[in-house]
């Protein structure tokens, strides 16, 4: 392959693929916006090239000191068509006659498809700022939180996007949010646009009924258990509502309770604790009390018993399904009641959980529990659990299910997502849609875009399964139809669906053919998300942070410091600039390239 005749024929057999790709796809090119027609026809020329493995004929370009193909996702043609003239004048120079000249072809160039990109990415999230070229998306926590004070910090810290996730609230609170936002926006003078994020078929766990009726009492101990607090708990009459966090009931016969009154409780283990009353409004107790309506209060005054009664009152507290690895239960379809003594959990999807077959993989809450179907019937499926974080697990209601190796039939957009796209029509500037599996999933969304009057939003589509990976190319096609578009890597759920040990693979190859699509990618999930929440970034998201540049936007979510992770991704991203554009290195100038002593 080191054979320069060789490697110019390899060139030209590639650039021929690339050129005929586009003939290939005519059917699918010929509905593109006219817009978008050079870059879909540079995606299919990459399609073309990418279809082989080209390793041998990299390295031996490299030798030559010519480019090794790495960096022409963006301009395919164009870039074989300047290795083959290297190759041809180096061929020249070593007597060979030069080769014929080849017909012009309507190709970006690498200038074409930095402005392409460019162009594309303003339509979707309006210019960025004049200090970076990467985009900052916030997602709005409830609105409650977003006040004004909220917005005009974050967007002084550097947001330049707004989204706001519909799974969450209703229409009336993402109004509040966005009207806020925008009057915040308004202030800085500059543009904020909306993002409304459409839920998706929802896919969760189901409480089946309650968890156990208790409350623990416990005071605070230092590493040597002595009690450096006790515990306190409000005290209030029967008739009356129970103030928020630990409280007794007292009966409305022996109210107030006053400090001479010996307080004894006989809890669920059978232990004898004794609180101290404080006042007619709290008492204490310096040993752990778990409290349930068997439990038995006692109440003694000068040696004589003043009452006694139950705690009837006992809250439940949230169902939870404990399991740990090789136990076995049950996931059951909405509306199915899990038998006595069966432990079991239910499904928000009637036909996730139908779709399910023996040998199917089940994970719940973000991978953290990993189960396989034994075997299925009319009421659901019977798992065994194979994988947890931890010794055993509690499984919770409201956690997110994914099915890797399940095919759904069900449409991506239900009731949830049409009251998303009707708020959004009148109040956002994008959509971003959820569960894309197939390109007919986004032509139902461009349909139902046009019947609501939404041809002006952009669309983002989130990239979350195994199925919309392997379809990436035919939905991106199908995207290009009806401009804006954008792609958000949702890298939360695909590592889940995919593997996590997948996921740097494939999130690569998602900017690798959004690049020469010159499509916007918005990099999301757990950025920076640890200083989003505590204050204090870890190591590893700060490098995430900084390999994030490579996408045209980034994504964080909320959380009490997000004003203060804007403002440091704003910092990663600004520094970065000056190093990496994409896939190429930058040699701006280094401080230590000084002579060594």
Avoid at 44 to 52: D, F, G, S
Wanted: aromatic letters at 4%; a neutral charge.
């Amino acid at each position: 392959m080191d054979d320069l005749d060789a490697l110019f024929g390899a060139i030209d057999e590639l650039r021929s693929r690339a050129v005929a790709a586009p003939g290939d796809h005519a059917a699918a090119l010929a509905r593109i916006s006219p817009g978008y027609l050079s870059s879909a026809r540079n995606l299919v020329a990459y399609l073309a090239l990418r279809a082989a493995d080209h390793r041998e004929l990299q390295l031996a370009l490299g030798r030559w000191g010519l480019s090794s193909l790495g960096r022409i996702e963006s301009h395919v043609v164009a870039a074989l068509d300047q290795v083959r003239a290297r190759l041809d004048d180096a061929r020249v120079r070593r007597g060979a006659p030069a080769a014929a000249a080849l017909p012009p072809v309507a190709t970006p160039t690498q200038d074409d498809a930095e402005r392409l990109l460019d162009d594309h990415t303003r339509a979707l999230l309006g210019p960025p700022p004049a200090a970076r070229q990467v985009h900052v998306m916030i997602t709005a926590p409830a609105a409650a939180v977003v006040d004004a004070r909220w917005a005009d910090r974050v967007l002084d810290a550097g947001a330049d996007v707004l989204r706001v996730n519909a799974a969450h609230e209703d229409a009336d609170a993402w109004l509040a949010i966005v009207t806020t936002v925008r009057a915040a926006a308004a202030r800085a003078g500059r543009p904020c646009p909306i993002v409304v994020d459409l839920p998706g078929p929802k896919l969760r766990t189901v409480a089946l009924g309650t968890g156990p009726r208790v409350v623990r009492w416990r005071p605070d101990k230092d590493e040597l258990g002595r009690v450096r607090t006790p515990a306190r708990v409000a005290l209030h009459p029967a008739s009356r509502p129970a103030p928020p966090g630990p409280a007794l009931a007292v009966p409305d016969a022996l109210w107030p309770l006053t400090p001479d009154d010996q307080v004894r409780v006989r809890d669920a283990r059978g232990r004898k604790r004794r609180l101290r009353v404080v006042d007619a409004a709290c008492a204490t107790v310096e040993r752990t009390v778990y409290l349930t309506p068997d439990a038995t209060i006692t109440v003694r005054r000068d040696g004589a018993r003043r009452g006694r009664w139950r705690c009837d009152d006992v809250p439940a507290r949230p169902f939870a399904l404990r399991v740990a690895t090789g136990d076995r239960f049950r996931l059951l379809r909405p509306g199915v009641a899990a038998p006595p003594g069966v432990a079991a959990i239910g499904c928000t999807l009637d036909a996730a959980v139908r779709a399910i077959q023996p040998g199917h993989r089940v994970l719940f809450d973000d991978g953290h529990l990993e189960a396989v179907a034994e075997a299925t019937d009319d009421a659901g499926a019977t798992l065994r659990v194979r994988r947890l974080a931890g010794a055993d697990f509690a499984l919770r209601a409201e956690k997110g299910i994914n099915l890797p190796d399940t095919r759904l039939d069900v449409p991506a957009l239900g009731p949830d997502d049409e009251r998303a796209l009707a708020f959004a029509v009148d109040h956002a500037d994008v959509v971003e849609a959820s569960f894309v599996r197939s390109p007919d999933d986004v032509r139902a969304l461009h349909a139902r875009l046009d019947a609501l009057g939404g041809r002006h939003l952009g669309v983002v589509l989130k990239i979350e399964t195994g199925d919309a990976f392997a379809q990436l190319p035919a939905i991106l096609l199908e995207a290009m139809t009806r401009p804006p578009v954008g792609v958000m890597i949702a890298r939360g759920d695909l590592a889940v669906e995919i593997g996590f040990e997948r996921l740097a693979e494939v999130q690569e190859e998602i900017l690798w053919l959004c690049e020469a699509a010159h499509l916007p990618v918005i990099w999301a999930t757990q950025v920076l998300d640890t200083l989003a929440r505590t204050g204090q970034p870890s190591r590893a998201e700060v490098t995430d942070a900084a390999m994030s540049g490579r996408a045209e936007c980034v994504m964080l979510n909320k959380g009490p410091f997000v004003a203060e992770a804007v403002a440091a991704l704003d910092d990663i991203l600004r520094r970065m600039a000056a190093h990496q554009h994409k896939k190429r290195s930058l040699f701006r100038r280094l401080a230590v390239a000084q002579p060594v002593a």
